[in-house]
């Protein structure tokens, strides 16, 4: 497609239910960010990927979180065992390269809300 | 560490008002690049300038204005002349040139213009 795209755009869960969000990234972009925004908290770093691998997981907040990302293309979130304090919107951003120079192109985010 | 500091939690103004969003920053690299993104009632974030550390020149896109100051460490954002369509959350974000440095934002600025 032509830009970055993300489902589901909203998923409302369970507390402690599993949930994946999945990441469509612009065709030809290696680089992939998962970013966490919360209500009054701005946008938290979570993961990067360059290709298929992970130089940088410093952001997944527990070990409930993880991700994946094959092909070099489409990329998956999972957050295991929700609990309230995950609701967010979590938004991904792909880039042409993973060095500083390159703009970040957005999804337009998956809204999770954890009952 | 990077660090990316948005004083202005909200700001509100009249149709036709300039108003400046202002942006902080700390880095302890030479090298490294800022950004402004727009993030729309629709969620997904809009990409609006990057500039890199060695580039102080001030840059005008129409209403769009955009002041560098290493001194000060700020990259400040003045909208001219502003309009409803400028409601927004406004981002400020930093990356470093070195290693898999990843975008830090600021916690952003609501920007409201009333008509």
């Known amino acids: 497609g032509a830009g970055v795209s993300q489902s589901p755009s909203n998923k409302v869960t369970e507390k402690g239910k599993d949930v994946e969000l999945r990441c469509d990234p612009i065709?030809?972009?290696?680089?992939l960010y998962w970013y966490r925004q919360s209500l009054g908290q701005g946008l938290e770093f979570l993961i990067y990927?360059?290709?298929?691998?992970?130089?940088?997981k410093s952001g997944l907040p527990s070990d409930r979180f993880s991700a994946e990302r094959t092909g070099g293309s489409v990329s998956t979130l999972t957050i295991q065992r929700t609990q309230q304090e995950d609701s967010a919107v979590y938004l991904c951003?792909?880039?042409?390269?993973?060095?500083?120079?390159?703009?970040?192109?957005f999804g337009e985010g998956s809204r999770l809300t954890v009952l | 560490a990077q660090k990316v500091t948005q004083a202005q939690t909200e700001i509100s103004v009249v149709e036709k008002e300039d108003v400046t969003l202002d942006c902080v920053y700390e880095?302890?690299?030479?090298?490294?690049?800022l950004f402004w993104y727009k993030q729309p009632p629709s969620g997904e974030l809009v990409f609006l300038i990057r500039?890199?550390?060695?580039?102080?020149q001030n840059e005008i896109s129409g209403r769009y204005s955009w002041n560098f100051q290493k001194s000060t460490s700020s990259f400040n954002f003045t909208i001219t002349a502003s309009q409803v369509v400028d409601s927004a959350v406004y981002f400020c974000?930093?990356?470093?040139?070195?290693?898999?440095?990843?975008?830090?934002f600021g916690k952003g600025t609501m920007l409201l213009v009333s008509p």
């Open positions: 880095t302890r690299d030479t090298t490294y690049y």
């Open positions: 500039r890199n550390s060695f580039d102080e």
């Open positions: 990927f360059q290709g298929n691998s992970a130089p940088d």
């Open positions: 065709s030809g972009h290696t680089a």
């Open positions: 974000a930093l990356i470093e040139n070195s290693g898999y440095s990843t975008l830090t």
């Open positions: 951003a792909s880039s042409s390269s993973g060095q500083g120079a390159r703009e970040l192109f």
